[in-house]
Nanobody
Framework: QVQLVESGGGLVQPGGSLRLSCAAS????????IGWFRQAPGKEREGVSC????????YYADSVKGRFTISRDNAKNTVYLQMNSLKPEDTAVYYCATRTLMWDCSHYDSPSNMNYWGKGTLVTVSS
């Protein structure tokens, strides 16, 4: 059974940094592309970033490009999202997700394409 667990969220001031982790169990992360998504109160869930299993290609939403970096450590079965220069509009619950046989990020733009989700970790950016 696929299980994803996010951690690393918390309260940070604007301009600060956080590193989120997505730990996988029940499957080997090597063969899966993993996406990061976020959802603010009253907002639709949106794609933030994705990293493929096939070639390690990375993708970022325009709103976070240049500030966030996604990476993976297959030996630890973990994907990370380094978030720098955080803004109040980054405040949201952040989720990692994948789907059956998702080896690249072709479908990450739509959260509805994912069928395995973590429970999320809350990031609050505020003074």
């Amino acid at each position: 059974q696929v299980q994803l667990v996010e951690s690393g969220g918390g309260l940070v001031q604007p301009g600060g940094s956080l590193r989120l982790s997505c730990a996988a169990s029940g499957f080997t992360l090597d063969y899966y592309a993993i996406g990061w998504f976020r959802q603010a109160p009253g907002k639709e869930r949106e794609g933030v970033s994705c990293i493929s299993s096939f070639d390690g290609s990375t993708y970022y939403a325009d709103s976070v490009k240049g500030r966030f970096t996604i990476s993976r450590d297959n030996a630890k079965n973990t994907v990370y999202l380094q978030m720098n220069s955080l803004k109040p509009e980054d405040t949201a619950v952040y989720y990692c997700a994948t789907r059956t046989l998702m080896w690249d990020c072709s479908h990450y733009d739509s959260p509805s394409n994912m069928n395995y989700w973590g429970k999320g970790t809350l990031v609050t950016v505020s003074s």
